[in-house]
């Protein structure tokens, strides 16, 4: 019988809303349950600082290297997760003692495979003082290394959660945070990789046209008409016909802007560029799935999972949480997962999903004392 493991994930996606924690037991193969979990928001000055970072990150080459506001961050991205490691403990009645691993992805703020160069900010060391429990953290680093493309790493939890589900036929996990990525299961074979630019360049024309931090439900898109001409020009990009695997950096498509427009036509116009770049990778796949499972913030988007269901020819599209899944917490389920896989050495990344030459195990241990 498999040692399962009482594992914690958290996560703090490209999004910069905030913190999402959650507890599952697994042996790193199989789930056996979902337990609570939860969610911190970022404090506005928090969200200012990280944005500021993103701004300033792209001058890095040294991963280890935090200059200027990039130093600020990293501590406000650890206190954040502390604090939100903390009430989750308290409010669930947890004992630490009862917690075998915490999977702490931090904040990523450069990523750039081609150079070999990812950079997550958050402090493992200083996390695990801070809650007194072994904390794995780095996840991206070795598969980067070993010239892989270092994203994305939900696949394999993907993979356990379809299994666990019996169906027939390929079926397609997508995660819609700041950046979309896809994991196609098909018995044995898992391809994965990011597909397009997610909420990312909808939750910047939000914050900088109306001063909201996301589209609630899609009711602003809803409103509006869609330029299918910018659509098209923005497909073009020549991302979208590259093979997996392949992945993105948050900001990859930030120099595409927006002609004048009304904030509805342009929530609109984004939602569905997003939409279609996810429509864009059924071609690249090996067959056609029978299914899309549709997880992470995205999944709230009504607007958005109704351009999904008009572009993609499938049996059925679905979010995540219909099935029983959290499209909420998935991401932080997944790093408590990949944590629990890193502590056996199993691989977290494989030549279909990253591009990395051999299947990688990966993240680094910090123990409170």
């Not at 890095?60 to 990039?70: F, H, K, V, Y």
């Not at 590259?242 to 009304?262: G, I, M, Q, V, Y």
């Not at 351009?307 to 499938?314: F, N, P, V, Y």
Request: proline residues 7%; glycine residues 10%; charged residues 20%.
């Amino acid at each position: 019988m498999p040692t399962m493991l009482t594992a914690i994930g958290l996560m703090s996606g490209t999004s910069l809303d905030g913190v999402d924690i959650a507890l599952i037991e697994t042996d790193g193969r199989e789930v056996r349950a979902f337990g609570p979990s939860s969610y911190r928001p970022y404090a506005e000055a928090e969200r200012g600082v990280l944005r500021q970072a993103l701004a300033e990150a792209v001058q890095l080459s040294d991963r280890d290297a935090r200059p200027g506001i990039l130093a600020e961050a990293e501590r406000v991205v650890t206190a954040a997760h502390a604090e939100a490691m903390a009430g989750f403990l308290a409010q669930n009645h947890i004992a630490r003692e009862n917690v075998d691993i915490v999977g702490f992805h931090g904040q990523t703020v450069l990523h750039r495979p081609a150079d070999r160069l990812t950079v997550q900010i958050g402090d493992g060391a200083a996390l695990a003082r801070a809650i007194h429990i072994p904390v794995m953290h780095d996840f991206r680093a070795a598969d980067v290394a070993a010239g892989g493309q270092g994203a994305p790493l939900v696949p394999v939890y993907h993979r356990a959660l379809a299994q666990a589900l019996g169906r027939k036929g390929p079926t397609a996990v997508v995660n819609i945070g700041g950046v979309s990525n896809i994991t196609y299961i098909d018995g044995d074979t898992l391809i994965a990789c990011d597909i397009g630019p997610g909420n990312a360049l909808l939750d910047d024309f939000m914050f900088r046209s109306v001063g909201e931090p996301y589209d609630c439900e899609g009711r602003l898109a809803a409103q509006g008409m869609v330029d299918e001409d910018w659509v098209a020009s923005g497909l073009a990009h020549p991302f979208f016909t590259e093979p997996p695997p392949k992945s993105l950096d948050r900001n990859h498509f930030a120099a595409l802007t927006l002609r004048d427009t009304a904030p509805a036509d342009g929530a609109a116009t984004l939602t569905a560029f997003t939409a279609a770049a996810i429509a864009s990778i059924a071609p690249l796949l090996p067959k056609s799935p029978l299914s899309w499972i549709v997880a992470g913030g995205g999944a709230r988007n009504l607007t958005l999972m109704r351009m999904l269901r008009e572009r993609l020819t499938a049996e059925s599209v679905e979010a995540a949480d219909a099935l029983g899944w959290s499209a909420d917490a998935m991401e932080a389920q997944a790093f408590g997962f990949l944590a629990a896989r890193g502590l056996k050495g199993l691989p977290l990344s494989y030549p279909a999903t990253t591009g990395v030459p051999i299947p990688m195990t990966g993240g680094v241990v910090a123990r409170p004392g």
